[in-house]
């Protein structure tokens, strides 16, 4: 049963000693912070939908060009976790698993804020409050994630070979290909738009047969496989907040859609297949 002992490694983390106890309380408060940040923003978008992209609109202070607000706040967590990681050691002290963990998080936000801000054909202007309380959130994101990785997760070498942590690396990389498929699918139709084209259209194939946001779709399964891979609270608050976030937003998206497009496919979801 030494998998299952290794699948509920986070209830047993690195016992800390008593130069750590300062961190430690640090680490708990921040984390505490992170995580109370998923229900607090899941009452505020069942009130608000969040002034960006089709529906930003005027009453939430001043702008800022959509492509530079979202390159900043997708930056920080580039920064941020790396710092984290290496406050206590190089990476090449790091184990595989911790290297892979490196990997997959930094891959994904450089991809997030510079692929991603480089190849959208434009983003509307955002609220310059959009792009702070993305900071606050992506700052004691970053660190209870990268402390985890780095310092107060147990993550030896063996563990990159566990069923649990090959399970979410696979729901990780899954979540990545369906983000980026369904953003390059909403990318051809806005440079339709730029062309002449609708000014909205009705994205289709694909998974958006079966639901109206499988970008937010893949997004949410990248952070549970993380959680499942890193076996963490930090990563579970992560995909905690990241499901309050985008779930709202994609029902509110579904109904735009419907309200918009009279002929909208009514057997689609909004971002869980056959569900919701």
Avoid at 126 to 147: D, E, H, K, Q, W
Avoid at 191 to 213: I, N, Q
Avoid at 223 to 245: E, H, M, Q, Y
Avoid at 259 to 270: D, E, H, I, L, V
Wanted: proline share 7%.
């Amino acid at each position: 049963m030494d998998w299952l002992d290794d699948s509920i490694a986070f209830l047993r983390p690195r016992a800390p000693t008593p130069a750590d106890i300062p961190e430690t309380l640090l680490y708990a408060r921040t984390l505490a912070v992170v995580l109370l940040h998923a229900p607090l923003l899941l009452v505020i978008l069942n009130v608000i939908v969040a002034p960006y992209g089709k529906f930003n609109r005027p009453g939430f202070g001043p702008t800022v060009n959509g492509k530079l607000g979202w390159l900043f706040f997708e930056s920080i967590p580039v920064v941020a976790f790396y710092l984290a990681v290496t406050a206590s050691s190089s990476l090449a002290a790091l184990s595989s698993t911790q290297l892979v963990l490196v990997l997959l998080w930094e891959v994904h936000y450089i991809h997030r804020s510079l692929v991603y801000t480089w190849r959208a054909p434009g983003m509307a202007p955002m609220s310059v409050f959009t792009v702070l309380g993305a900071i606050c959130f992506n700052v004691p994101n970053g660190y209870v994630n990268g402390r985890f990785v780095g310092y107060f997760g147990d993550l030896p070498d063996s563990v990159a070979t566990s069923p649990r942590f090959l399970a979410g690396v696979a729901v990780f990389a899954v979540g990545m290909v369906i983000n980026i498929w369904a953003d390059n699918v909403l990318f051809g139709l806005r440079r339709g738009r730029h062309a002449g084209g609708e000014r909205y259209s009705v994205p289709l194939g694909g998974l958006y047969s079966w639901v109206s946001c499988p970008n937010y779709l893949g997004e949410i399964l990248e952070w549970v496989g993380w959680a499942i891979a890193t076996g963490s609270w930090a990563g579970t608050a992560f995909a905690l907040f990241t499901a309050c976030n985008l779930v709202p937003r994609a029902i509110k998206q579904h109904a735009w859609y419907q309200a918009t497009f009279p002929n909208y496919p009514r057997s689609r979801k909004a971002v869980i297949p056959l569900l919701l």
